[in-house]
DNA sequence: CTGCTTGCAAAGGATTTGCACCTTA
DNA sequence: TAAGGTGCAAATCCTTTGCAAGCAG
């Protein structure tokens, strides 16, 4: 298991994405990328407006939402599911890599998974319960190291 | 990683610890906690509701919100978070135990953690990021027995 | 130019809240 | 009988949709 380091040039490779996908590059979706793109930290719908509109003040929240419906189909963005909510988005990675998310402040740091545990745990399952294992989930919560420094000093 | 079975009783565990709790036995929350104590299968909100409302008809949704509020607080139930929602909800279990969850049918087996694997990922992975690791969400998904016939059978 | 996109506002759906009445303890 | 609980309806909140006007290609 080891970590992932974050990827660059997301914002070209994704707009890329969306024009090979037929759909249009106007200003408002390049700035909800860019938003998305940079953000090291799970962003709800809400939030995504808010700095977008830093950018862009005129920008709906109807376009925000209707852009990530297209990156999450594109899968370039994906789903976080926390405690408090699901809505929150962050960048996709690829292959079998798994979520470490802060508690705190959203930051979101990527495992790859140990392939080989996660296979026999499944097949094991498999087997004791009689069904198809089709996708697992495993996601870490915790504080990040910034955050686990302000915690300690405000106790 | 062995399969848990499920539990009997959890009714009359669960009216005791409501009342533990201060609060009322009233014959709508009997119904709620009926419901679901029985139910092996996720249930949302409106699910709960319709549930109820077959024992009691006349018996309010806000209520059924209310309750399902209740049991989670005292951590009697627990959300199931799934790719299409995040609103369903299910008995809880005590330990380290993960959900297996079927996408078709809702119905939901556990598997006792393998404490030891967990323990030595979440170590690892603590290390290399520097997080203090919290929490973990295991979670697989799949066919259940029944719906893996269906399956078969449909196509 | 053509048709996809946008921002706004209205609609929709889920969840929460206010309140008068009712029931538990 | 007092305090908590209930059902209903109204209020909220989040998300989606309709539409005229605005741009990308």
Request: aromatic content about 8%; charged content about 25%.
């Amino acid at each position: 298991m080891t970590l992932v380091p974050s990827q660059q040039n997301l914002v070209s490779e994704w707009l890329a994405r969306l024009h090979e996908a037929g759909y249009r590059l106007t200003a408002p979706r390049r700035v909800v990328v860019e938003v998305i793109a940079n953000s090291r930290y799970v962003l709800e719908p809400q939030a995504v407006h808010a700095l977008a509109r830093q950018r862009s003040p005129h920008i709906g929240l109807a376009t925000v939402y209707r852009t990530l419906e297209k990156l999450e189909d594109l899968g370039l963005i994906q789903r976080i599911h926390r405690p408090d909510g699901c809505q929150a988005f962050i960048a996709a990675v690829e292959g079998h890599r798994h979520p470490l998310i802060c508690r705190r402040c959203g930051r979101v740091e990527y495992f790859s998974g140990d392939a080989e545990i996660v296979a026999r745990l499944s097949q094991h399952v498999a087997e004791e319960s009689g069904y198809i294992i089709q996708e697992h989930w495993l996601q870490f919560f915790g504080l990040c190291s910034e955050c686990r420094q302000d915690d300690t000093a405000s106790n």
